[in-house]
DNA sequence: CATGCAATGATAAAATATTAACATTGAGGA
DNA sequence: TCCTCAATGTTAATATTTTATCATTGCATG
């Protein structure tokens, strides 16, 4: 019987997943056994594993297949960023906030004060996956079934407890932002997060890059007076009227 | 005006966070600068991204510091596996089934053959990560609370969805399994939902490694008589007695 | 206990990646 | 316009990783 060798590889690949990459060396040391048998385990656990410049990773953590920088998503980031750091510096200790879904939404996660006690309530992977890293923060989650394009959870069940807790600020997104039209999204499960949370709080943030003044998306949510504060890296001249006229604060983040 | 770099360096992390490690070549063909340029714009980006063999990833994709292999996931990670594979391999088309939390849960989800067509119910963020990578496959989450050391939601208002949930097959997880103390696990905030799944369905698995058996751990979710089938990497001479008169039947994967 | 064979280790050659040094470009100020 | 300097590109040297090859180990079988 010689599957040491598959026996060294599940160990490997558990800890990769577990801990993430290291280096062949550490690797080598770890399984006390020689860097040519390391390599040879990864090869003959195809598909699993792989080296990159003498690491070695679970090969999903690879899979930037898409060559182009083209989406929405990456020419904005530095836009949505800015936007982001903004809404995260308005969030006081012992705050419970809610944080949407969407592109912009995961630069807020991130840029939260990681010292502050916070409650943060998110309906989408993405999110959860990033504020699950503080282990000071409490994290509530709306279950559902799983839609991948958005990355969301969504089920009428979840709704209900959102009347369950007190949210102090809620961080919603848009992806468009228009003087008639109000506030719109690409999809419409989205709409009934968006109104339940909208109502539920007093305390609303909308945040948007500046690309999003102007747009109108299929699905409404709210009209732009309801929209509480506005959080931007940047409004358009035009539009300073118009959302002061709908009697709407603004709050820019340096780009 | 000389902040081209920053720009960039904004919309590499982004796209990196996004759709994983791309090569050095790829990189400056999509920013459309020298491969040179990007390393300098790595170099200043101190501490968000890093080179790994020609390849740009964001640093927090490698954390490993723990040298030492010794966590009871690592040592057992093989026995494990094979548990999982052959948990995995009893699913059919159509299915729908539970995943419970755990560390032996993850290798089932991770063995399921990916051209069926499934329901995944769990309420790990662990297990939920792993089984939404599979675009066919429906996906539905508990909420709730999150848990970190076991990386659980939990809430009672999901419980509720359970009962609308027609489950085909469940795969529950225990930290021991004992003659007279039955099924044990570690947390208490577990044996709810545990319970409300092994009530839910008939075709019940518990899983585990065989490193479980005379174990029992401190919260108690059923009686052995209730396990349904036990899947193993492998069962103790003195166990298989026991299980057998306990009216249980085994399953045994290959190590 | 000798034989065969998979598994492993060691080494050197080939391929790649990194660094350092110098050349070129282009924006902003005198 | 010319000058300066940061940003970028190019090239060659240096270092590292990968691959290929052969020697060694040690278990299993007869």
């Known amino acids: 019987m010689f599957d040491r060798r598959r026996k060294r590889v599940d160990t490997l690949v558990s800890f990769l997943e577990q801990r993430g ?17 390391v390599r040879r385990d990864i090869a003959e ?28 998503e990456d020419r904005n980031a530095s836009k949505k ?8 510096s308005l969030v006081e200790n012992g705050d419970t906030v809610f944080i949407d879904c969407g592109t912009t939404t995961p630069h807020i996660a991130k840029a939260l004060p990681e010292d502050l006690e916070l409650t943060v309530v998110c309906y989408s992977l993405n999110i959860a ?5 503080n282990e000071r923060w409490r994290v509530i989650m709306l279950g559902g079934i799983f839609y991948p394009n958005t990355q969301v959870f969504k089920g009428a069940y979840s709704l209900s ?34 109104q339940a ?9 909308v ?22 504060t506005i ?25």
Chains 1, 2 share one sequence.
């Open 197 to 205: 949370v909208l109502r539920a709080t007093d305390s609303r943030f």
């Open 207 to 228: 945040v948007v890059d500046s690309s999003k003044f102007s747009l109108v998306k299929p699905a409404f949510f709210a009209p732009l007076a309801e929209a509480g």
């Open 129 to 133: 996956n990033i504020v699950c890293k």
């Open 21 to 37: 990459p290291i280096h062949l060396k550490q690797a080598a040391d770890m399984l006390d056994v020689s860097e040519m048998t």
């Open 231 to 255: 959080i931007a890296d940047a409004v358009p001249e035009d539009y300073a009227r118009v959302i002061e006229s709908a009697g709407l604060s603004v709050l820019l983040g340096a780009d």
């Open 161 to 194: 407890l959102l009347g369950q807790v007190a949210i102090t600020k809620a961080f919603v997104s848009a992806g468009g932002v228009h003087e008639k039209r109000g506030l719109t999204c690409s999809n419409f499960y989205e709409v009934e997060v968006k």
């Open 45 to 72: 656990a195809k598909g699993s594993l792989a080296f990159y410049g003498g690491y070695i990773a679970p090969v999903k953590d690879f899979g930037a297949t898409s060559y182009a920088m083209n989406t929405e």
């Open 81 to 88: 960023a800015a936007a982001g750091r903004k809404a995260a």
